[in-house]
């Protein structure tokens, strides 16, 4: 339900947005079969066969994998939703929202890839999609090493690609993070209001924050996105509330008035929930906005 890399709107609400693969999932023959249109059988993130030869012609699914595949191959894109809003300058076809394609649409494009994810698509559009003929790969991302794993999965493997300098240094920049100095600080992270939404258990979003000293008070609880009134949001004891621009567009004066007295900060959904390119300065980018709170 998600409208960008991760965290899930209600229904198909949101504005422009796994565990690792199983045995065997990677299996890329090599960059040079795909781009020679030898066939390959691979598996996709959750262990479903994917025949593919030549890869030429692409239609994203997820926003943060149209800006993956644009940064790496920006040729390759033949569709987007219409939620995909980098790079800003893509230019291609557009589908409908990430819960609604045209799936008649995106089959006239006659693409050699459709590219999705379990959690930001649907079943039902994945299926009348593999039932027309046209191969689906679909991602399952839980946590940033995973992203890395399935991106280059995806790049290398699915569309023949050579290794992308963007996710060297996406690793990179991750990987110098320092250790977050101190406790970590206790926070909430709102992802809707009407019902009010949080970070639960298992997502991408909160390893990020996990890495730069945050600890969600909610990732023990049994479900990923839970719905929880504010009165409990309040009495669980934030020492912050983390609020990002997407999928709901929290603003300076739209989320942390709920929380007085708790320091609040306003943070950008891509950097925080996109796996892609903006990895690169995600690191530096959160770090600086969890730091510059502002409290009712």
């Not at 240094?169 to 970590?184: K, V």
């Not at 019902?195 to 000293?213: H, Y």
């Not at 567009?249 to 989320?255: H, I, K, P, S, V």
Request: charged content about 25%; some cysteine.
């Amino acid at each position: 339900m998600s409208a960008t890399g991760s965290a899930p709107a209600p229904d198909d609400a949101s504005a422009p947005d796994g565990a690792s693969a199983p045995d065997g999932a990677s299996a890329p023959d090599s960059a040079s079969d795909a781009a020679t249109g030898g066939e390959r059988l691979l598996r996709d993130d959750l262990g479903a066969g994917v025949r593919l030869g030549a890869v030429r012609r692409v239609v994203s699914l997820v926003p943060s994998l149209t800006e993956a595949i644009a940064e790496s191959a920006p040729g390759l894109l033949v569709g987007a939703t219409d939620w995909c809003s980098h790079p800003a300058e893509l230019d291609v076809a557009r589908i409908g929202g990430t819960k609604n394609p045209d799936v008649a649409r995106i089959v006239a494009l006659r693409p050699d890839l459709v590219v999705a994810n379990e959690e930001e698509n649907r079943a039902v559009e994945l299926d009348a999609l593999r039932a027309a003929g046209v191969p689906v790969w679909v991602t399952r991302i839980r946590t940033l090493d995973e992203a890395f794993d399935s991106l280059e999965r995806m790049l290398a493997g699915a569309c023949g690609l050579p290794a992308q300098p963007w996710l060297a240094e996406a690793r990179r920049a991750w990987a110098g993070l320092p250790r977050p100095a101190g406790e970590p600080v206790r926070a909430v992270v709102p992802i809707w209001r009407r019902p009010w939404m949080v970070l639960g258990r298992d997502t991408f979003a909160g390893d990020l924050l996990r890495r730069l000293g945050v600890e969600q008070l909610y990732a023990d609880h049994a479900e990923r996105y839970p719905a929880v009134p504010l009165e409990e949001l309040r009495a669980s004891g934030p020492e912050l509330v983390v609020l990002p621009d997407e999928p709901y567009r929290f603003t300076a004066t739209d989320g942390p008035e709920a929380f007085p007295g708790v320091p609040a900060a306003l943070v950008g959904g891509r950097h925080l929930t996109w796996y892609g390119p903006s990895l690169v300065t995600a690191p530096a980018v959160l770090a600086r906005q969890l730091a510059d709170t502002v409290r009712e």
